[in-house]
């Protein structure tokens, strides 16, 4: 249904970004968006899951109601093979890896160079990574 025909409120998903486009937007299971403007003129305001609000056409379409299966993100993988289906590969510790391979590798047993021991967590690449030090691109601020 276009949300030029929807009214303030409405609980949406599987929404257009552009007519004809197909729903792109609030796919994922248990989430909806809100209409939280008339859509009066050419655009409409939705609210959506993220808390972000965006300007949609109203000529774009939706489908009126939630998405089903709220309780898929609380899901328990009973063995590894289930994460292996979805394509989860495993990840291996640091501390179980040789010294090439990771800054936390190497050593006798359970080495007393790595973890709370001595040495700062760091990442593969050997960068810090606990303890508040950014390791991604700094954001400007506004």
């Known amino acids: 249904m276009p949300l030029a025909a929807m009214r303030i409120g409405t609980m949406i998903h599987n929404i257009e970004m552009n007519p004809g486009q197909g729903g792109k937007l609030v796919r994922a299971p248990g989430t909806c968006a809100k209409i939280l403007k008339e859509p009066s003129s050419k655009y409409c305001l939705v609210r959506l899951p993220s808390g972000a609000e965006k300007l949609i056409s109203t000529r774009c379409r ?4 939630m998405n089903s299966n709220p309780g898929h993100a609380a ?11 979805l394509g989860i590969r495993p990840k291996v510790r640091g501390v179980a890896m040789n010294p090439v391979d990771h800054p936390h590798g190497g050593g006798e047993g359970k080495s007393k160079s790595s ?6 967590s760091r990442t ?17 601020r506004k």
């Open 115 to 120: 973890g709370s021991h001595g040495k700062c």
């Open 75 to 85: 899901r328990k993988l009973r063995k590894a093979g289930q994460s292996r289906w």
């Open 124 to 140: 593969p690449w050997g960068k810090p990574c606990k303890s508040g030090y950014k390791t991604g691109p700094l954001k400007r």
């Open 62 to 65: 939706a489908t009126i109601g």
